[in-house]
């Protein structure tokens, strides 16, 4: 009997993205699958991070198309993309610094409130606080909720991103670098963190540290000059000369 195909969450056709004459993203198409965390490695100026930005509707494509769930959401800007079901954090910090933890998860968690805009009252929906609250003990932040986001630790900080990701209760996770800057005792928890996102939803993972990418992902791409070179398992991706070639070395 034959299987029937997993169905794709997100969705990429062909996405091609340029800069004057430099091209940036090449006709890259592959598909994000239910509770899968699917990494994107490749050298500095691959196109990794501009990627993230065509999927999350930051940077709009020359060419190509993007599907979630099925739907069209090519032509839909950052915030519609948000409202739509994609979350993403960034590579450098994007909080409120003067704002506690739980106000920056709560403001995140407001926006999945129909016709809630930034500017004006402030939502009383208990759903939304606990939406807020459910998101800080994911990330086991509850104990600094009150602290603000200014005055948590560089490690903390990046906890706090994913927690606002996680409170608007996206459909796919695009996590660009979220270990970058972090030391071995900041990294531990964030690791830790990101394994069990990668069990219960869907994933794509921007990050250097390969033996972070081997041990969650659980497909792996590698871009080189806009460009994917080759995609499949990680024990595929990590016996194949070519990537070795151009990007892991020979490692051991």
């Not at 930034?118 to 929906?125: E, H, P, S, T, W």
């Not at 560089?154 to 972090?182: M, Y």
């Amino acid at each position: 009997m034959r299987r029937r195909a997993v169905p794709a969450v997100l969705e990429a056709r062909g996405l091609s993205r340029r800069f004057g004459g430099l091209v940036a993203v090449a006709d890259m198409t592959f598909t994000l699958r239910p509770k899968l965390a699917h990494a994107v490695i490749g050298p500095n100026g691959a196109g990794k991070s501009t990627l993230i930005d065509l999927l999350s509707g930051a940077l709009r494509p020359d060419e190509g198309t993007i599907h979630l769930n099925g739907e069209d959401v090519t032509a839909l800007p950052d915030w519609r993309r948000a409202r739509a079901g994609i979350g993403r954090s960034f590579q450098r910090a994007n909080l409120f610094s003067t704002l506690t933890a739980y106000e920056n998860v709560r403001l995140a968690a407001q926006s999945t409130t129909p016709g809630w805009r930034l500017i004006g009252a402030v939502c009383d929906d208990a759903g939304t606080w606990d939406l807020a609250l459910s998101a800080l003990e994911q990330t086991g932040l509850e104990a600094v909720a009150e602290h603000p986001a200014g005055s948590l630790s560089h490690g903390q900080r990046r906890l706090l991103e994913i927690a606002v990701v996680l409170a608007a209760l996206p459909d796919v996770l695009l996590f660009d670098e979220p270990l970058a800057g972090l030391g071995p005792e900041e990294t531990a928890p964030v690791v830790k963190l990101l394994r069990k996102l990668a069990s219960t939803h869907t994933m794509l993972l921007v990050e250097h540290d390969m033996d972070v990418v081997f041990a969650i992902a659980g497909q792996v791409t590698v871009m080189v000059d806009g460009r994917m070179l080759e995609s499949g398992t990680p024990d595929a991706i990590r016996a194949s000369a070519a990537v070795r070639d151009a990007y892991l070395g020979h490692r051991s």
